[in-house]
């Protein structure tokens, strides 16, 4: 939670398996509007129709031929990861851990790794003066012994392949920057992801 706006995310042994929000931008109807899936007149007369009858308004998109309902999870999938994304931008907020109920009978399962999602929401939405604060010029890291997610589970480009066996203590995090040949903020997010997985630590 921050402020007003509150974000819930259900997991299943450990993976994440749906999530929902309370901003109206984060709900499904506005989400097709905002990968251009449908209108946002559609979507206004829809969810019409859905008040009135107290239903759902993915279930009126269906009916009107709008949304397939081969397509509905699908989307509902892309939704609950945008949702997940959107909370790597968060600097500050609280947060509340229960072990109650579970989110919908049908969990959703998303086509992401647990790990490509930590690794992709670090990339995309950590800005770089957050990524310099959380790996100085002079830190200097080396493969954890007690990794989250095996190595083989996390999705690599071809450069950063190359790059990790470099990441073994010799070098300062500056130092393995200018080896990089890649700005500076992007090899920091690379390595903060590995961090953020403990695939990667610091070392003492």
């Known amino acids: 939670q921050r402020g007003k706006v509150k974000k819930v995310i259900y997991f299943?042994?450990?993976?994440?398996?749906?999530?929902?929000?309370?901003?109206?931008?984060?709900?499904?109807?506005?989400?097709?509007?905002?990968?251009?899936?449908?209108?946002?007149?559609?979507?206004?007369?829809?969810?019409?129709?859905?008040?009135?009858?107290?239903?759902?308004?993915?279930e009126?998109?269906?009916?009107?031929?709008?949304?397939k309902d081969t397509e509905r999870l699908y989307y509902v999938g892309q939704q609950v990861?945008?949702?997940?994304?959107?909370?790597?931008g968060w600097e500050a907020g609280t947060y509340l851990m229960s072990f109650k109920d579970r989110a919908t009978q049908e969990s959703i399962k998303l086509d992401v790794h647990p790990a490509n999602l930590i690794m992709r929401g670090v990339k995309k939405l950590y800005k770089p003066q957050r990524l310099s604060r959380l790996i100085r010029p002079e830190d200097r890291l080396i493969p954890s012994l007690q990794p989250s997610y095996a190595l083989n589970e996390v999705e690599l480009e071809k450069w950063e392949a190359e790059f990790l066996p470099k990441v073994d203590g010799s070098r300062t995090s500056a130092e393995l920057a200018a080896l990089a040949q890649?700005?500076?903020?992007?090899?920091?997010?690379?390595l903060c992801g590995l961090l953020s997985v403990n695939i990667l630590e610091k070392r003492t």
């Open 81 to 88: 990861q945008s949702i997940i994304y959107s909370l790597f």
């Open 182 to 190: 890649r700005p500076e903020h992007v090899v920091n997010a690379f």
């Open 12 to 58: 299943e042994k450990g993976t994440p398996v749906f999530a929902l929000s309370n901003l109206a931008q984060d709900r499904f109807g506005q989400f097709l509007v905002r990968v251009g899936k449908i209108a946002a007149n559609q979507l206004q007369d829809a969810a019409v129709v859905a008040a009135a009858g107290k239903r759902r308004t993915g």
């Open 60 to 67: 009126v998109l269906v009916e009107r031929g709008l949304l």
